[in-house]
């Protein structure tokens, strides 16, 4: 792959996704940012200060977030798209809160699961022979691209990098892409 160099903005090694490239660089290169921009989020705190639910009255936290997002990894490229026959880490339909609920566990052991699951995630999409290839969906039984897929992961990055954005301002002023 083909990155722009990064920026100099202090303690940011993200790369910035490329100007142009074909479809595949593309959104694997946005989803790498997001992954990263998740992670500089946060970086830097106390394991204790992950678990602060910091905007009330919403029961989020960073290590909420870093848990379901583990899961969101694992039920989309490993279980829906790779077919992988593992069990979902946390949400189940019964509880779907508890991703956030349940922060009984140590945040930093969350961190190194997730980027397990970031990890095993790159591999399934490096080994796929296009975007067009095809896993089933667990719960519909349809097809379910590697593209859609991708663009899925974006989106949900993108939604909970604006949610890290603000618990990680609540809990010590940080702010920044």
Known sequence: ?????????????????????????????YLEWHRATFELKCSGLPADRLSEQSVPPSGMSLHGLIRHLAGVERWWFHIQFAGE?????????????????????????????WR????????IVAAAPSLDATGIHAASGDPVSLRRVLVHLIAEYAQHNGHADLLRERIDGATGS
Do not use: N
């Open 85 to 113: 026959k593992v069990p979902m880490l946390h949400y189940s339909d019964e509880d779907p809160d508890q991703d956030f609920d349940d922060l009984s566990g140590d945040p930093a052991q969350a961190l190194a699961l």
């Open 1 to 29: 792959m083909h990155y722009a160099p990064t920026w100099a903005a202090d303690g940011d090694t993200r790369r910035r996704p490329p100007l142009v490239g074909d479809e595949r660089e593309i959104l694997t290169s």
């Open 116 to 123: 397990e699951q970031c990890e095993h995630s790159r591999g």
